[in-house]
């Protein structure tokens, strides 16, 4: 049975938020407000904020440059995941992807289906892993990221989750690298 497990240690991970916008300066972000609020919340440490522009490149530049350091474990983007020609989040992030978590994507869409209807598919939400780190691009409503968080992510990022969660196999992401160097 899912649930948290009290006799287990929670350990908190380092998780940097990037919010996607053409039109908001960060103290109009409420998205990113949100997610660091969540975070804080539930024991994290908020490692990195920042907000861009809705530009392929910068965003991919950012992303890479967490995913390569090493005292970033996870890595939330909001903003940039519909259908307008500015919105490019999965263009500049998917391609870092060395896995797809697929399953975030479906999850999502059915808990937004409960709260926005089919308005849900407007969504390209989606999740990854890259150089054992935790990529998860949500779209920029305040309700997307709350629907996120509360529903999978606050689960997933903590280790006390049963039967499994997303922390107990961040030590082992890397094994390809290991094996092959």
Not at 26 to 52: F, M, N, Q, T, Y
């Amino acid at each position: 049975m899912a649930g948290i497990d009290a006799e287990r240690a929670f350990i908190p991970i380092r998780i940097a938020v990037l919010t996607m916008s053409d039109t908001r300066v960060a103290k109009e972000d409420k998205s990113g407000d949100l997610l660091a609020s969540r975070i804080g919340e539930a024991g994290h440490v908020l490692a990195d904020r920042k907000l861009v522009r809705d530009d392929q490149q910068a965003i991919r530049t950012i992303v890479e440059s967490w995913i390569s350091d090493p005292q970033i474990d996870c890595v939330i983007t909001t903003g940039g995941t519909g259908f307008t020609g500015r919105d490019v989040t999965p263009e500049a992030v998917k391609p870092l992807f060395e896995k797809d978590i697929e399953g975030f994507a479906i999850l999502f869409h059915m808990l937004s289906f409960q709260k926005v209807g089919t308005s849900t598919i407007q969504s390209r939400a989606c999740a990854g892993v890259a150089h054992g780190t935790y990529i998860f691009c949500l779209p920029g409503s305040p309700g997307a990221c709350r629907d996120a968080w509360d529903g999978i992510l606050k689960f997933q990022l903590d280790i006390r989750h049963r039967p499994c969660n997303f922390v107990e196999i961040m030590p082992r992401l890397e094994e390809h690298r290991k094996a092959q160097g």
